[in-house]
């Protein structure tokens, strides 16, 4: 019985290491809406520390990256570990933003959630109508 339970223990190890690896490369989820002049981005992240999520902006390019440490105690007795420890996503905005102008508003993580606000700019001039 011995054998059996820690061969199932085994396979339950396997099929979470391999979840954890997919929601790796799919995760987080992404919310992007406009309003009040602003790019606003909604990115599901829960169980991370604020401390250890890392922002950057290069032209309309968003980078997000988190790591989880887990600590060797927990780790062997890791069951079954499907949530991912680690976030590196590149998400493509669709604002033009100036190399070198590159702004956030603000940025707050709460509940799980990251809430970024990226000023928008009108480029083009306005058309008066006769």
């Known amino acids: 019985m011995g054998l059996a339970r820690h061969m199932a223990k085994e396979v339950m190890r396997e099929i979470g290491n391999k979840s954890r690896e997919f929601y790796e ?3 987080p989820p992404v919310d992007m809406h406009l309003g009040n002049n602003n790019l606003v981005i909604t990115v599901d992240i829960p169980g991370f520390n604020k401390d250890d999520i890392k922002l950057s902006l290069d032209g309309n390019i968003l980078s997000i ?14 069951i079954c570990n499907q949530r991912p420890n680690i ?3 590149k998400i493509r905005l669709p604002i033009k933003i100036k190399e070198g102008e590159e702004k956030v508003n603000s940025a707050k993580y709460a509940d799980g ?15 008066s109508i006769e």
């Open 87 to 89: 976030i590196d996503k």
């Open 113 to 127: 959630v990251l809430t970024i606000k990226i000023p928008t700019s009108t480029t083009g001039k306005p058309i």
């Open 25 to 27: 490369f799919v995760l």
């Open 65 to 78: 990256q988190e790591h989880k440490e887990i600590s060797d105690e927990k780790n062997k007795n890791i």
